[in-house]
């Protein structure tokens, strides 16, 4: 009933920025928390930023200072603004969202199928 859908990963360079971007559609009535999670090869996937829909945020030390979420309630989408790239953020990037449904009791949680993010040095 709700679809999330991941824009905007690719290469990078070490040093250099990306953004992500997260929209999502279907039978939503609202939405609560929205997140980025990665994963990288061998690795368990990871909480990367948080924010509420206060406004909120969150984030991994590995990427405090680096990393921005943002969201534009009024496109129920969510953004990863990801300056000072290195190596280590190469991974699998995945939108996460708090949505209850139109006709729904409470907010279930869903995913993205993911982006792919590959920093090189």
């Known amino acids: 009933q709700v679809q999330l859908a991941e824009s905007g990963g690719g290469l990078g360079q070490a040093g250099g920025s990306l953004r992500l971007s997260c929209a999502a559609s279907?039978?939503?009535?609202?939405?609560?928390?929205m997140a980025w999670y990665r994963q990288a090869p061998g690795n368990q996937r990871e909480l990367v930023a948080s924010?509420?829909?206060?406004?909120?945020?969150s984030y991994a030390d590995s990427v405090k200072g680096r990393f921005t979420i943002s969201r534009d309630n009024a496109k129920n989408t969510v953004y990863l603004q990801m300056n000072s790239l290195k190596p280590e953020d190469t991974a699998v990037y995945y939108c996460?969202?708090?949505?209850?449904?139109?006709?729904?009791?409470?907010?279930?949680?869903?995913w993205g199928k993911g982006t792919l993010v590959t920093v090189s040095s």
């Open positions: 279907g039978r939503i009535f609202r939405i609560d928390g």
């Open positions: 996460n969202a708090e949505v209850q449904v139109f006709g729904g009791f409470r907010a279930d949680n869903y």
């Open positions: 924010m509420t829909s206060a406004g909120r945020t």
